[in-house]
C-alpha cells in the first residue's frame, strides 16, 4: 500500500531529481524519493546500532569490538 503526499522542494533539489529521471537512473520522480527516504531510514537505523554497541562500558576486549564495530558499519555503509 502507498499514499500519496505533496511535498514543497527548493527548484535545484527539483532539478537535480528530473536530471536522474532523464538520465535514467531512476524511473521517476517517486523512485528517487522513496531511494533516498530508504536510504535515510536505513542509516539512522544502523546509526542507533553501532550507538548501542558504542554505549557498551569500557572493558576487557575493547579492541575486538571496535574492530567488529568497524567491520560492521563498512558492511552498512561501505567506506563512507
Known amino acids: ?5 505533496t511535498v514543497r522542494l527548493p527548484d535545484e533539489l527539483v532539478d537535480f531529481v528530473d536530471a536522474e529521471v532523464a538520465a535514467q537512473h531512476c ?22 546500532i553501532v ?10 576486549g575493547n579492541e575486538d569490538l571496535d ?5 560492521a558499519n563498512n558492511a552498512v555503509w561501505g567506506d563512507e
Open 1 to 5: 500500500m502507498s499514499k500519496q503526499i
Open 27 to 48: 524511473a521517476s520522480r517517486a523512485a528517487l524519493v522513496t531511494a533516498a527516504l530508504e536510504h535515510y531510514r536505513e542509516r539512522t537505523i544502523g546509526e542507533a
Open 51 to 60: 550507538a548501542g554497541y558504542t554505549a557498551i562500558p569500557d572493558g576487557k
Open 67 to 71: 574492530e567488529f564495530l568497524n567491520a
